[in-house]
Nanobody, 122 residues
Framework: QVQLVESGGGFVQAGGSLRLSCRAP????????MAWYRQAPGKPLELVAS???????NYENSVKGRFTISRDNVPIAEYLQMNSLRPEDTAAYYC????????????????WGQGTLVTVSA
């Protein structure tokens, strides 16, 4: 299985910024689409942002203009820069890799990070 390492979550006041990171093992050679999801307490999982292998991005409406998703392809990593944070952004954030090619030739689908908690106070 592919183990992703997430970091960057924490506690911040409204209006502040955080940068989330998600790193894949060096044995991963290629990834197709990447994304960030979040889940607030008592709410369903929500797609926050996605980025394709050629850099095209999409954002959930409430984060447009505030969040920026980016990626590195060597080594594999993705990032979520979050500015102008609001209390309603409070959630556990998960990185997601759609299609993953390992150096051994193995292929994986739908790989998730362990989650990192973001708490925004009013």
């Amino acid at each position: 299985q592919v183990q992703l390492v997430e970091s960057g979550g924490g506690f911040v006041q409204a209006g502040g910024s955080l940068r989330l990171s998600c790193r894949a093992p060096g044995s991963i050679r290629r990834v197709s689409n990447m994304a960030w999801y979040r889940q607030a307490p008592g709410k369903p999982l929500e797609l926050v942002a996605s980025i394709s292998s050629d850099g095209r991005t999409n954002y959930e409406n409430s984060v447009k203009g505030r969040f920026t998703i980016s990626r590195d392809n060597v080594p594999i990593a993705e990032y979520l820069q979050m500015n102008s944070l609001r209390p309603e952004d409070t959630a556990a954030y998960y990185c997601y890799l759609d299609e993953v090619w390992h150096e051994t030739g193995r292929f994986y689908r739908e790989v998730w990070g362990q989650g990192t908690l973001v708490t925004v106070s009013a």
